[in-house]
């Protein structure tokens, strides 16, 4: 079956907008935004043709909430997930004293022993639940969830912000800020 058109445009959106505008001869902003006719040009002109009320669709119905558009709706963005540089202009916001990062069971030894690290990304992801923490770690196998103490972060004057959907994101995690989360309940 065909792929769920929002989901697939989505995922379009998320390659263009973070990591290769270039691909459709795209350019951002310093803030990482674009103008919404020449991201819809751009993705005509290279055969991945998406219609104004399919992005609108897209932007609206997205499960994560991953692009915002501007006030007048004549730019958008992604919200968070670059590997580009760009700048997000985040502000920094107080975490609950406990965040979880998913990860897959294969990358617990490594993790806990060097630390959480942005890798390609600007930030390392975390969440504010077990559950969204386990869906993150599902994308990359078994998932296993480590919890990670912001609070002694922020005491520690190591920043945190929130990216407009919701993830709470920092420059890397330390190994002495990590524990393996307790094991989640079924269903919770
Ligand atoms: C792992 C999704 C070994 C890290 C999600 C992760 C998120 C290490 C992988 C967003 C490591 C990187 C980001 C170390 C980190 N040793 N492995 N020292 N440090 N890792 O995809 O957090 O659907 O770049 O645990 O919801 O999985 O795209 O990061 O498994 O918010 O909107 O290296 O992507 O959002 O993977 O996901 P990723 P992530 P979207």
Redesign the pocket.
């Known amino acids: 079956m065909a792929q769920d058109p929002i989901v697939a445009t989505s995922k379009l959106l998320?390659y263009v907008l973070r990591h290769r505008p270039d691909s459709i001869g795209l350019a951002l902003d310093a803030h990482g935004w674009a103008e919404v006719g020449e991201l819809l040009a751009g993705l005509e002109q290279h055969g991945q043709p998406v219609d104004r009320a399919l992005l609108e669709r897209t932007v609206a119905n997205n499960d994560?909430q991953?692009f915002a558009f501007n006030e007048d709706r004549t730019r958008i963005r992604a919200s968070?997930?670059h590997s580009i540089p760009v700048d997000l202009a985040l502000r920094e916001a107080d975490p609950p004293a406990v965040l979880y990062?998913?990860?897959?069971s294969r990358?617990l030894k490594?993790?806990l022993a060097?630390?959480?690290?942005a890798?390609?990304?600007h930030h390392?992801?975390l969440s504010a639940d077990v559950r969204t923490a386990l869906?993150?770690?599902a994308?990359?196998g078994f998932p296993a969830v480590l919890a990670v103490d912001a609070k002694r972060m922020r005491e520690d004057g190591i920043a945190f912000y929130r990216s407009d959907n919701g993830?709470w994101l920092t420059g890397e995690v330390k190994p002495k800020y990590l524990s393996q989360a307790a094991a989640p309940i079924q269903g919770a």
Do not use: D
């Open positions: 998320s994560k991953r968070q997930g990062h998913g990860t897959a990358f490594s993790i060097s630390g959480l690290r890798g390609g990304r390392v992801h869906q993150v770690g994308r990359h993830v």
